[in-house]
């Protein structure tokens, strides 16, 4: 990272943490960027002026050119989404998860599958690879006893990642072992609902360092949720499937929607085991879902 540029690791209340060089300043905005609307977003790279390194303190300047942007969690500039779920408890809602990889491949970031907690369960564990390998780099790791975590830190080097996932499945908790410290609270799982406590309040990027680490690296624990929708036309969802992008063929009708149609190239993907049986049947649901929100559009 050169001199006058900046990274936003955390924003509150106006106030910003900005890395530069190694270096941790605290920093408001330039007037300019509050008057004309603009949103600073943690991940932001940022122009610096009126540095002082003695009370390291800091003005944004300019916010430069996004390459990336997520809307949940609100961050910038992400390389890679590394999506936790538990191979036990809590259960993953593999409905979200497969939304999640669609929202990755539409924000043009790499979805990386890390399958958490596989000392609970790890027939489950494998169950899950063979539904996602073609579909996002796949890790079954156990946080507790340190299984499969170099590999995924590996992964993670030298770029800014997302930890996202429901709450309860452990991405704290992979955030403090990749870090090396207790940098983050853990919640861990109420004994009683056997749900996720949520610890994570805001999106917060975090320099990691050890002997992973090689290069730059930034993590950002992000809070946990259960929603998120589809904003695009049933058309175009096989474009957010590389089962099926990845192995273009063609369909005995121009029109084919991939969902049973006689002379579809996408059974055949399914019939060979490249688009998991489970995983089509929830492509099937999303379209006859996406199809009728836009039906409903216009009532």
Same mark, same amino acid.
């Given at each position: ?5 900046? @990274? ?12 530069? &060089?190694?270096? %941790? /300043?605290?920093? $408001? ?22 540095? #002082? ?10 916010? +430069? ?13 992400? &390389? ?26 539409? *924000?043009?970031? &790499?979805?990386? %599958? ?6 609970? &369960? ?5 169950? %899950? ?14 946080? *507790? #006893? ?20 429901? *709450?309860?499945?452990?991405? *704290?908790? /992979? ?5 090396? !410290? ?5 919640? !861990?799982? $109420? #004994? ?12 917060? @990027? /975090? ?5 992973? =680490? ?7 624990? $992000?809070? !946990? ?6 904003? /695009?036309?049933?058309?175009? +969802? ?29 059974? #055949?993907?399914?019939?060979?085991? @490249? =688009? ?14 996406? %199809? ?8």
């Amino acid at each position: 990272m050169s001199n006058s540029q900046g @990274i936003i690791l955390k924003g509150v209340g106006g106030l910003y943490t900005v890395y530069e &060089d190694g270096v %941790l /300043f605290a920093c $408001s905005a330039r007037g300019i960027l509050r008057k004309d609307g603009t949103k600073l977003l943690v991940g932001d790279r940022v122009r610096l002026s009126e540095r #002082d390194t003695v009370q390291c303190t800091a003005v944004i300047d300019e916010i +430069l050119p996004r390459k990336t942007s997520l809307i949940r969690p609100k961050v910038a500039n992400v &390389d890679k989404l590394f999506l936790l779920v538990a191979a036990g408890n809590p259960k993953p809602d593999l409905y979200l998860v497969d939304k999640m990889l669609i929202y990755a491949e539409q *924000s043009g970031v &790499d979805p990386v %599958l890390v399958i958490n907690k596989s000392d609970q &369960d790890e027939a489950y564990a494998k169950e %899950l690879v063979a539904q996602y390998r073609n579909a996002a780099t796949c890790y079954i790791t156990s946080a *507790s #006893d340190r299984k499969g975590t170099r590999a995924v830190c590996e992964a993670m080097n030298g770029y800014t990642c997302v930890l996202a996932g429901q *709450s309860g499945v452990g991405k *704290s908790t /992979f955030l403090n072992l990749a870090s090396g !410290g207790e940098q983050m609270a853990t919640g !861990g799982l $109420s #004994d009683k609902t056997m749900r996720g406590k949520h610890t994570t309040r805001h999106a917060e @990027i /975090f320099e990691v360092k050890g002997e992973y =680490f090689t290069e730059p690296t930034f993590l950002i624990d $992000s809070p !946990g949720f259960s929603m998120l929708e589809l904003n /695009f036309e049933a058309k175009d +969802l096989p474009q957010a499937y590389p089962e099926v992008y990845n192995n273009q063929g063609e369909c005995r009708f121009q029109d084919c929607r991939h969902i049973g149609e006689p002379g579809c190239f996408v059974r #055949d993907l399914v019939e060979q085991g @490249i =688009f998991h049986p489970e995983r089509y049947k929830r492509y099937c649901e999303f379209y006859k879902e996406l %199809l009728e929100k836009e039906k409903n559009k216009y009532r």
